[in-house]
């Protein structure tokens, strides 16, 4: 892999961080806070075309690559962490559809999905059942004429926003797993719950949904092997949020840099001091070792197909990693202007705890990497 972008990706990074800072810092505050509508401000990047950027041009999108997409989630989160996850639920169908969906699925879907006219959700976990999926209790009951699915997922990123899901249920005839699109619009078999407030990424909803004998409709399956699909989902979210990760960490090290060359104390300015240099000299080198492999992994996606899921756990663990550590170094140089609540400092340091959980956590990452080199 060539390690450096190439110049058209250069240029459409900084056409996302010229984007970013115009159109996503001013709002990031309202939208962490709940004041702005997420599932619009979505919807406004659909329109903006920044949803369907790996979707073919035939099915409405920009037919571009995913590293393309993961630029974008990198700069948008250097002002509001939580569109990063929000992203990496609507993406985990965009790209579910894109492999495993018939002509009949993408030409229905990704369009909307493009346009930012549906929003994406996956529905994986539930009580008894997260990183160990085998425990899934929800059903699909497809003996009869109307196949239904019954049952409760947690934690379903974008759940109360969404009008497209993707469902992972047991097929109650042959006891596998399948994963199932399904139209959220029917509020009379699908009751959504808020979920519990969180530590962090508070932009995005982690809402409870309840099916009760929720019709299926015909051709709504995805056809192919359940487990693989959802293993390609969560890769698809690790990057995604290994990306998030990067842009919350560069952005928090900006707040640092900035801090250190105009804060005044013992009649110099605190950047001048050893022990803050070598504070941004370690945040600078750990954020461009972990960039460099949350590239790799993104780069894996489009081009090396069989090292995508070893290097998507790398990125999320190394990644996630480093930005909890250092928002927090980043918070020591702010001193206590880094303490104040729902400033970009501290706001960063909350959601950068909550990327070594979200989408499996750095425990499972060692997991899967232990597996890839088969020991």
């Known amino acids: 892999m060539n390690t ?13 961080e010229k984007y970013a800072a115009e159109e996503i810092q001013p709002s990031a505050k309202d939208l962490e806070q709940g004041k702005a509508s997420l599932k619009e401000f979505l919807q406004k990047l659909g329109q903006t075309g920044f949803l369907g950027m790996t979707i073919a041009k035939e099915y409405g999108g920009a037919s571009g690559s995913f590293l393309d997409q993961a630029l974008f989630v990198e700069a948008a989160c250097e ?3 939580g569109l990063g996850l929000a992203l990496s639920a609507h993406f985990q169908v965009v790209e579910l559809i894109k492999r495993y969906g018939d002509d009949r699925q993408k030409s229905r879907y990704l ?12 529905c994986l976990n539930e009580e008894n059942a997260g990183s160990d999926y085998s425990l899934i209790e929800a059903v699909a009951t497809t003996k009869q004429e109307a196949p239904k699915l019954t049952g409760k997922k947690l934690w379903v990123v974008n759940g109360k926003i969404a009008t497209l899901l ?15 699109l399904v139209d959220s619009g029917d509020s009379k ?10 530590l962090g990424l508070r932009s995005a909803t982690s809402d409870q949904i309840e099916f009760v004998e929720t019709k299926l409709a015909e051709g709504s399956r995805l056809e192919g092997d359940a487990v693989q699909q959802i293993e390609f989902a969560l890769d698809t979210a690790k990057t995604i949020l290994a990306m998030a990760s990067i842009g919350m960490t560069a952005g928090a090290m900006k707040l640092a840099v900035e801090h250190a060359k105009t804060r005044k104390q013992f009649g110099k300015n605190i950047g ?14 750990d954020l461009s070792a972990a960039r460099m492999l949350a590239l790799r992994a993104a780069w894996a996606f489009d081009d090396a197909k069989e090292d995508f899921r070893k290097y998507a756990a790398m990125a999320k663990l ?3 990693k480093t930005a909890r550590f250092q928002t927090g170094e980043a918070i020591q140089v702010l001193g206590a202007s880094g303490l104040v609540e729902d400033s970009p ?7 950068a705890k909550m990327m070594e959980i979200c989408q499996g956590t750095s425990e499972l990452q060692k997991v899967v990497i232990a597996e890839e080199l088969k020991v």
Do not use: N
Not at 272 to 285: E, P, V
């Open 318 to 320: 190394l990644s996630s």
């Open 79 to 81: 002002y509001e962490a």
């Open 111 to 122: 369009p909307l999905l493009a346009r930012g006219e549906a929003v994406g959700a996956f």
């Open 166 to 180: 993707v469902v992972v249920a047991k097929d109650e005839e042959t006891g596998k797993l399948s994963l199932w």
């Open 4 to 16: 450096f972008l190439s110049s058209s990706q250069e240029a459409l990074r900084e056409q996302y």
């Open 189 to 198: 078999t699908i009751k959504v719950t808020d979920g519990a407030k969180k």
């Open 272 to 285: 001048a001091f050893q022990a803050i240099q070598w504070k941004l000299a370690d945040m600078s080198t």
């Open 345 to 351: 400092a501290e706001r960063f340091y909350r959601d």
